[in-house]
């Protein structure tokens, strides 16, 4: 099920909606953006802050399935797009290979690759409780309803577990079909009790007075001084990041010929932005080591 | 803080024959403990449930129920949520959410207390029960007690002034239980909170009750402190004097002198006067059958990197025994039953299980049905065997009967009570013609009269030759109804032997009859024994106390 986070990870520690809006807005960057330098980086903070959460182990371990995905990918678009100018070389069939197909899967690589490891890094960040957090705030009946699945889910298979096993002892089944309706009836028995255990559920939801009007949704966090001060330093970047992309800085052609935009003044900035803003978790967390450190010195 | 009360109550559910209440007429006062005791199906479930309305059944209703002297149906569903606080059997089902910080905060969410007022209450409770060190945890994975702890605790958040608990124990281990009413008598005695608790387990709770009510029938037959209440069973020779817990029971039986003995302690001081003679009841070794399935040296754990679970175990099942494993929780009970079973093999030692056939009883027996009457989960049980119809017949007859299931047959095996449905999944086992029989806390969550019929139908089994093998907290059933026992512990089975010399060797994991009388008679492990020997004792001081002149 869900990780528990590193307790000493200052990033997780924060508000939910910090959390929510810092993924939104890489992972919003990382997958509209076809732009080398903004990929890059992406890509090699992706990875910086998934070994500092998780292990460096750990981020090997992705990428031993990631690495190869992107090779397939860049194989495939060469072989199947042969649109662009720059011809390298044509293939036994006739069809041409071209710089340009293949820059472009590099790049539609480079933006799996990095979305993935985003992806397992907000797995870790953004625990059931934040989800619930953020979802509690848009919808709060939509809350529980999660808080509820979450905890029917691994009831629910520990049930089927337990009438397995204990329908395995009445009727072993043998060959295929026998197997086929040995699964129909662990189902259907799992869903009997579970109705019936759902009764009490309810009883108990009534009794707590659930259903009356004004109900409110709890959460387990608060607005200080870290979370303004982090706002404080997201919130312009994303801002210049934002004015780069939409002001073109970011633009990418790839056919007929490779055409990114140069680097200019605002170009630079929404880069440099981006840079900083993909490692604003991992700069929080140096921050507290250093305090940490100067902490431990003066004992 | 609040009353209760009952006034002249009749009770019929829909269809139902006879009323589930009849005229109970009953105020619980502020800051009292309640205790509502009786068998099974003696209508305590239906009286909690009318202390709210949304828990209340359907049905035809007679009389009033009364919340601080007005009737309950005034107080609007906010003041009853908030003012009534209710803790059923079911530890799992009555959680809601997936985190304990979230259950806790549950009810006032649902109250629209605002996030300040949450956060105290919420802390006030995980400190006040001790659950701050699992405050962050998944509630999937707490254990039994921790469960109806968090329960407990859940509701208590809401402040409530009233306490209804249904049989909150029923499902816990004897360790869990009493650790649960000592954590209901702090609220009782700390914050005044009003409590009426329902228990078949009395051991603990009858000693901790203010008053104890009894009900039979769905009427109210006994109603007083607990003494007051154990003379009026007596007087009635109301057969439910038989749950009562040992030095009641044997108090009764020396003619009720005297302040009534609720526990071991004050037993003993009632023995004390008693002095009863030491001749202790002989030990009959029993003449043991032919070895059915053995265990030798069995080494287990669950994974690699695991730790060891079973560590050299031995253990030999005879023909026509039962035998009984007890032990603490997670000392591996229920992995030795999995191991005889062939569900988990060791990676160390020897099963020798030669042609014995092993049926195990889940321990929900409703995993075991999936037909609409018993009649037709016995026919499928016999279907799966390919018999011949007349051997089908006949086996299904068999099981029907050995189990006390012939007036069942037609029932829909989910309407069956707990004790009922474990009887119909035994007969299912049974159609199998199993050598040996696996239970996992068979007597979990059933009172006396059950316990006892239970403990009938496993006799008769093993009379004709069926091993049953049962690890269970119950002590006083294995006491009863073991030939032979052992303890599990650092995975190997302790003073494995004939079971009256093992609970009389037993310092804790005894009887509470052995505890008492355990001075003057070591070897009495039953409560009709040290009863025997007392009475005994009496005549006998009787007639040395008027020598002939």
Redesign the interface.
Known sequence: ?YK?PPRNDAFCALHSALSFAFYVVVLAVTMLVLHPAYLAISLCSAAAYLAALDTPRGLLRRLRWVLPLMVITVFFNAMFSHRGMTVLFYLRNGNAVTLESIVFGLLASVMLAATVLWFASLHIVLT??KL?AVTGRLAPALS?LL??A??FV??ISR?IK??A???R???PPAGLSDRLRFGV?VL??TV??AL???V??A??????????????????ERWGARERGFAALFVPLAAVVLAGLLAGRAAANFYPSLDFAAPDALGAASRAAFTLLCNLPLLLNRKEALTWRRLRSNI | MASVAFEHLTFTYPLAETSALRDVSLTVREGEFLLLCGVSGCGKTTLLRHLKTALTPHGARQGRVLLDGEALDTWDERAQAQRIGFVLQQPEDQIVTDKVWHELAFGLENLGADERTIQLRVGEMASFFGIQTWFDRETDTLSGGQKQLLNLAAVMAMHPDVLVLDEPTGQLDPIAAAEFLRAVQRLNRELGVTVVLSEHRLEDALAMADRAAVLEDGRLVALGTPEEAARALLAQASPFFAAMPAPVRLWGALGAEGPCPLDVRAGRALLRRVHPAGRSPSVEPDPEGAPLLTLREVWFRYERSAPDVLRGLDLTVHTGEIFAIVGGNGSGKSTVLAVLSGLQRPYRGKVQRGSATVAALAQDPRAMFWRDTVRAELEDAARALHLSSPEADARIADAAESMALTALLERNPFDLSGGEQQRAALAKLLIRRPDVLLLDEPTKGMDAAFRASLGALLQALCARGTAVVLVSHDIAFCARFARRAALLFDGRLLAEGPARAFFAGNHFYTTAANRMARPWLPDAILCEEVIDACRSAQTGAGERSSPPR
């Not at chain 1, 259903?211 to 959460?219: D, K, S």
């Open positions: 099920m528990t059931s409780e619930m529980l808080s509820m979450l905890r691994p009831r049930q337990r009438t096993q204990a329908q002892a009445l009727y009836r259907s028995v009997s009790v019936e255990n759902a009490v559920t009883d108990s939801m009534r009794s707590r007075g659930y259903g009356l009007p004004g109900r409110t949704a709890f959460r387990r």
